[in-house]
């Protein structure tokens, strides 16, 4: 009876701590700011990873046929630092930026990503289908001793225009403007 009983505890425990739900967000490559939240209270999985609102894990996911820009930038209090993945796999850091705490920017991205105060990372993508995710490395809150654990952030993804597509078609219409003035020198000559 005693195992039976320790069996069931054994898989509600198991089911209860895996239910912890995921949301992925599709992402536009437009340049589009997405947004993530970390708060180790708020967490489902209780660790430091990007979240929702509702403390389930947040995910970014797109797929592009061309090379693109995924910039990450803190938010809030500047001085917070993220380990960003792809796939799982890590793509790095971002810099760690000056703590600015009591200043914030809030969800002002835009702002943060020109102030040196908040951290950054930039990463050139191929093409193929990505899910970033990210984790709080370092918190701006972590110097007052709370270790608050707490923070926002968001990153946005921009196409990267190829330099060989970009050199073929100056080539092109140089080409083209070539040989329009020949004909007209050609006519002229006639």
């Known amino acids: 009876m005693l195992k039976k009983l320790l069996a069931a505890a054994v898989v509600l425990v198991a089911f209860g701590t895996g239910s912890a739900h995921a949301d992925t967000v599709a992402v536009v490559p437009d340049g589009s700011w997405y947004h993530f939240d970390v708060d180790i209270d708020q967490s489902e999985l209780g660790g430091l990873e990007w979240i929702n609102v509702a403390g389930e894990a947040r995910s970014f996911t797109f797929t592009t046929t061309t090379s693109v820009l995924l910039t990450i930038v803190d938010g809030g209090f500047g001085g917070d630092q993220y380990e960003v993945f792809d796939n799982g796999s890590l793509l790095g850091l971002t810099t760690a930026g000056l703590n600015s705490y009591p200043d914030s920017v809030g969800l002002n991205f835009d702002v943060a990503l020109g102030s040196e ?10 093409a193929g289908t990505h899910t970033i995710t990210g984790r709080l490395v370092i918190s701006a809150l972590d110097d007052f001793g709370d270790a608050l654990n707490a923070t926002v952030g968001a990153l946005r993804v921009t196409p990267v225009p190829l330099p060989a597509s970009a050199l073929l ?3 092109g219409s140089g080409l083209l403007g070539f040989l329009g003035v020949r004909r007209r020198r050609a006519a002229i000559w006639a």
């Open 117 to 126: 105060s908040y951290g950054r990372a930039f990463f050139a993508l191929g």
């Open 169 to 171: 078609l100056l080539s």
